[in-house]
T-cell receptor
């Protein structure tokens, strides 16, 4: 497709459940980012991939969060044993270039809204 | 660590009014600055960015922003807003040419027709 696709669009999880959120970046985009956006806040950086290599995971809030991009295209963000504080919109962004800051930046997806009850 | 502060969380204006959204950042080194916009039901889109040179940058749809280094500010302006400018606006900073953005909390702008 023409944009970054994220699925599911909405996810309700019971506390303690594991969830997996998927991001399909634009074909050929080498850089991929995950951000977490809590209600009323701006997006916060979680992790960054360059192709299949996870170059920065400094923003992952705990060891319950895990991201992968095994073939350098689709990425999955997994959250184990979800807690209420994990409720947020999870945004994926991708870029054609290695240093997206120097281009027109990232193309964001519409996000997955996760609600933990 | 860098942080970004946006002064107003909600702004309501009438059409044709002038707009200024405040943004301050905390970081003493080299920064690149961005404004992103999220229209209702849409994804985040880049409005404009500053890297170097002329501190007054112009973006899409008549928006502009001025970088004032001494004030650590990057305020967004538009002389005359339209109903279609109703959206949430995010200021973001990138430090030392890294790859991640630090966003402010956003300002929700509602333009009354």
């Amino acid at each position: 497709g023409a944009g970054v696709s994220q699925s599911p669009r909405y996810k309700v999880a019971k506390r303690g459940q594991d969830v997996a959120l998927r991001c399909d970046p634009i074909s050929g985009h080498v850089s991929l980012f995950w951000y977490q956006q809590a209600l009323g806040q701006g997006p916060e950086f979680l992790t960054y991939f360059q192709n299949e290599a996870q170059l920065d995971k400094s923003g992952l809030p705990s060891d319950r969060f895990f991201a992968e991009r095994p073939e350098g295209s689709v990425s999955t963000l997994k959250i184990q044993r979800t807690q209420q504080e994990d409720s947020a919109v999870y945004l994926c962004a991708s870029s054609l270039v290695l240093r997206p800051i120097f281009s027109d930046g990232y193309t964001f997806g519409s996000g997955t809204r996760l609600t933990v009850v | 660590a860098q942080s970004v502060s946006q002064h107003n969380h909600h702004v309501i204006l009438s059409e044709a009014a002038s707009l200024e959204l405040g943004c301050n950042y905390s970081y003493g080194g080299t920064v690149n600055l961005f404004w992103y916009v999220q229209y209702p039901g849409q994804h985040l889109q880049l409005l404009l960015k500053y890297f170097s040179g002329d501190p007054l940058v112009k973006g899409i749809k008549g928006f502009e922003a001025e970088f004032i280094k001494s004030k650590f500010s990057f305020n967004l302006r538009k002389p005359s807003v339209q109903w279609s400018d109703t959206a949430e606006y995010f200021c973001a900073v990138n430090a030392e040419y890294g790859n991640k953005l630090v966003f402010g909390a956003g300002t929700i702008l509602r333009v009354k027709s």
